[in-house]
């Protein structure tokens, strides 16, 4: 990207499988996307009418997660962005004290803007907002799983209420009244919010049908905050605009071919349910055990010893994914952050060494060990492809030597998830 060919849409996300996901949907709508990891020292040579600048900003200090973002912002305006995008997660991962909030209200002090929404609904995942109250599923966010998250735990399920500890902005609701009715509607329901000193709005939604409303409403916006479903409609507001190019090859990649790994750190439930699935298969896995980590044991060696014997007539699995209760006890006798780094240094340092041996494509299960893995492999930015399952595409590092990455967020993909990218990326190589 030069400056003589201005990207239109500038997106931050606050960790690398939400920024992955974000620029999927983007993809999905005909916007040829690029994501960097962290923010570029150069402009960009490939062209593309999105960028979306991941960072690991999530669970960062909340000073850091700000200076970060702003870093950020910078440098996306200097690519010429009209529109900026803030991506969380669609399960609104934060503490009590941050980082949506304070990254939020630092991005609109420097746009000078003073209403933003916040919707991190996508149905096609299972995240729905009614009332302001976010479902997974058909239960709320607190009994969802995500109250036993090991770095964000979330046990209240109103947004509105989580969101209002976060911000120095007053917080309120655009309700599903208003979305449901439309364009129009949602302008009005905005006009009274700002009206009432309203800064940052949760918005409802439960369809996707709410979300292109939603998108065509902030056509306008400098600054739209939320999960990666309310990006849907954006490409199309571009489009009915006149800016967006027919872009048909928008998820092509290059065939990449090679031996491919699953390096899967993430706990969540729907990771514990990938992982048995692939070994319900009887397909090659090696546990990484973050307590052998902590005493020194060669289990990094013993990891990749395995991979090496199997990765030439097979893909293997190595992971540190856990049962909560297992979690718990590790945390418990490491602490959280120490357990957390010890895997994800485990996890990077097998990527490259992978990596070194000629291995060309990778599947990473997790925000935090994505970020881990892409960093360890040296990934600068990526070109971003086709769909695997919803929020997960598969991505091509630019660079040399190029590789096959899909970056999943712990919480996405049905249960055949790893074979089925797997699959997927064997055919694209054909």
Not at 160 to 172: E, S
Not at 272 to 299: K, M, S, Y
Not at 339 to 345: F, H, I, P, Q, Y
Request: hydrophobic share 45%; aromatic share 6%; with cysteine.
């Amino acid at each position: 990207m030069t400056t003589s060919s201005p990207a239109l849409l500038g997106c931050i996300a606050d960790d690398f499988t939400g920024a992955t996901d974000l620029a999927n949907m983007l993809v999905r709508g005909g916007m040829r996307t690029i994501q960097t990891i962290g923010v570029p020292n150069a402009p960009l040579d490939e062209p593309a009418e999105a960028i979306v600048v991941a960072l690991k900003s999530r669970t960062a200090p909340r000073e850091d997660a700000i200076s970060e973002s702003l870093a950020a912002l910078a440098w996306l305006r200097e690519r010429g962005c009209r529109q900026f995008y803030l991506k969380y997660c669609s399960t609104f991962d934060s503490t009590a004290k941050g980082n949506i909030g304070p990254v939020a209200d630092a991005l609109m002090e420097a746009l000078d803007v003073s209403f933003a929404i916040a919707c991190p609904a996508f149905p096609e995942a299972g995240r729905t907002v009614y009332r302001g109250h976010l479902f997974v599923g058909d239960v709320l966010l607190n009994e969802s799983g995500m109250q036993n998250h090991p770095l964000t735990p979330m046990t209240d399920a109103n947004l509105v209420r989580v969101l209002q500890q976060q911000t120095r902005q007053r917080v309120g609701l655009l309700r599903y009244d208003s979305v449901q009715r439309g364009v129009e509607a949602i302008h009005e329901a905005r006009f009274a919010l700002a009206a009432q000193d309203i800064g940052l709005a949760i918005a409802d939604a439960i369809s996707d049908d709410d979300l292109y409303r939603l998108g065509a409403a902030c056509a306008n916006d400098v600054l739209l905050t939320g999960g990666s479903g309310l990006a849907l409609g954006l490409p199309r507001n571009f489009a009915n605009a006149g800016l967006l190019p027919e872009a048909a090859s928008a998820a092509q990649l290059p065939a990449i071919e090679g031996p491919a790994a699953v390096l899967s750190g993430s706990c969540s439930r729907a990771t514990n349910g990938q992982v048995a699935h692939w070994r319900e298969q009887g397909r090659p896995a090696f546990r990484i055990d973050p307590l052998a980590l902590a005493a020194n044991r060669p289990v990094v060696a013993e990891a990749l010893e395995f991979a090496r014997a199997r990765i030439e007539h097979e893909p293997v699995l190595l992971y540190a994914t856990s049962e909560p209760d297992d979690v718990a006890a590790v945390q418990q006798a490491l602490g959280a952050a120490q357990s957390g780094a010890l895997v994800e240094n485990a996890m990077a340092t097998i990527a490259r060494q992978l990596r070194d041996d000629g291995m060309r494509r990778f599947v990473v299960a997790g925000g935090e060990t994505s970020g881990a893995v892409v960093k360890a492999l040296g990934v600068t930015s990526l070109r971003i492809g086709p769909q695997i399952d919803p929020g997960v595409p598969w991505t091509a590092s630019l660079g040399t030597p190029a590789l096959a990455l899909a970056l999943k967020s712990g919480n996405f993909g049905t249960p055949d998830f790893f074979s089925k990218a797997l699959t997927q990326c064997e055919a694209v190589a054909r």
